[in-house]
T-cell receptor, first 114, second 116 residues
Framework: AQSVTQLGSHVSVSEGALVLLRCNYS??????LFWYVQYPNQGLQLLLK??????LVKGINGFEAEFKKSETSFHLTKPSAHMSDAAEYFC????????????FGKGTRLSVIA | GAGVSQSPSNKVTEKGKDVELRCDPI?????LYWYRQRLGQGLEFLIY????????KSGLPSDRFSAERTGESVSTLTIQRTQQEDSAVYLC??????????????FGPGTRLTVL
């Protein structure tokens, strides 16, 4: 069975500082991994996804994530935080067959301080 | 083009009443998913449709929950005899529905259900 652990339910960074949101997964088969962002009172929006093509994945809004199989991690980073990045971020995993339900982490709320 | 839409956006009901939540997926998306997001929790999978069939209902928490999809389009999630623990945001997602390559799920804005 797959599972996702997001370390830190709340992360606070200063504007312009590095953003690092941690995600570790467990999967018995090669996974597909996703990061979604949820702005207040909105649905989830896909930031980026890993589908085995390249270990470093670039997404929207300057975010990127690196798949590290040896560490079973898929941490999300952004070099310089903007105020508009304040939101809830969810890491998710699914089986290597597409077309299957996502298993989500509990989410990390990112606050950006001016 | 239009994204996934859900209605109502908010629903307040009394304990014991039945509720119906609606999802309109992106046109042409054959796969449709329902998830539940309770306060402070991640998203829990409820049910998945491929076309009008539901090959995976494993996330439905009890027999009070049911869902159907018609015309490979609209889906309705029904909760009978609602309980306070059913209070949550119910999210619908749709995808093209092909295997491989990490079929991307697109989410609607959700229906916030409050059971008094």
């Amino acid at each position: 069975a797959q599972s996702v652990t997001q370390l830190g339910s709340h992360v606070s960074v200063s504007e312009g500082a590095l953003v690092l949101l941690r995600c570790n997964y467990s999967s018995s088969v090669p996974p597909y991994l996703f990061w979604y962002v949820q702005y207040p009172n909105q649905g989830l929006q896909l930031l980026l996804k890993y589908t085995s093509a390249a270990t470093l994945v670039k997404g929207i809004n300057g975010f990127e994530a690196e798949f590290k199989k040896s560490e079973t991690s898929f941490h999300l980073t952004k070099p310089s935080a903007h105020m508009s990045d304040a939101a809830e971020y969810f890491c998710a995993v699914t089986r290597n067959s597409g077309n299957t339900p996502l298993v989500f982490g509990k989410g990390t709320r990112l606050s950006v301080i001016a | 083009g239009a994204g996934v839409s859900q209605s109502p956006s908010n629903k307040v009901t009394e304990k014991g009443k039945d509720v119906e939540l609606r999802c309109d997926p992106i046109s042409g998306h054959t796969a449709l998913y329902w998830y539940r997001q309770r306060l402070g929790q991640g998203l829990e999978f409820l049910i998945y449709f491929q076309g009008n069939s539901a090959p995976d209902k494993s996330g439905l928490p009890s027999d009070r929950f049911s869902a159907e999809r018609t015309g490979e389009s609209v889906s309705t999630l029904t909760i009978q005899r609602t309980q306070q623990e059913d209070s949550a945001v119910y999210l619908c997602a749709s995808s093209l529905g092909y295997s491989g390559s990490g079929d991307t799920q697109y989410f609607g804005p959700g229906t916030r259900l409050t059971v008094l």
